[in-house]
């Protein structure tokens, strides 16, 4: 099996942080990396448009198809090979799902501490939790 590198985007300084050394690691071992953004819609029930709620009518996932395409497309410049993948859901869920396949996640952080980090929460807090309730119901599994 091939290595996989999941390296995950919100499109953030933060996050492009973690492209070189992500990206020195794949080069290292030849193996692919894969960037991940995960849609997570904070208006259950309604579409992704915004139209609804008087903003202009977008295609979020498209939107965010083309972000991820433009970010790997920097590491690509650099000689790193980098699929794509865009989800809908649980920032925290969808990460520990596709996490499972992966030989590495590379997970950067904002470091928002104080009450800020109490307003605006953390991901890379709840994925770890989620990776590790995945892995153990796998294992129990079989």
């Known amino acids: 099996m091939t290595h996989l590198f999941l390296i995950t985007t919100d499109f953030s300084p933060a996050a492009r942080r973690a492209y070189a050394p992500a990206a020195r690691h794949a080069r ?6 894969l960037m991940l ?3 997570d819609w904070v208006f259950p029930g309604l579409p992704n448009s915004g139209a609804p709620l008087g903003m202009p009518a977008i295609d979020v996932e498209a939107a965010a198809k083309a972000g991820v395409e433009a970010e790997a497309d920097r590491l690509r410049g650099d000689g790193v090979s980098v699929q ?34 109490l307003i ?4 890379a807090a709840p994925t770890s939790f989620e990776t590790a309730r995945l892995r153990s119901s796998r294992s129990l599994q079989g």
């Open 28 to 33: 290292e071992l030849a193996a692919p990396l």
């Open 84 to 117: 794509t993948l865009v989800r809908s859901g649980s920032i925290a869920t969808e990460l520990a799902l596709e996490a499972q396949t992966s030989a590495a996640v590379v997970l950067s952080t904002h470091g928002y501490g104080g009450t800020k980090g």
């Open 120 to 123: 605006l929460g953390s991901t």
């Open 37 to 39: 953004h995960v849609v």
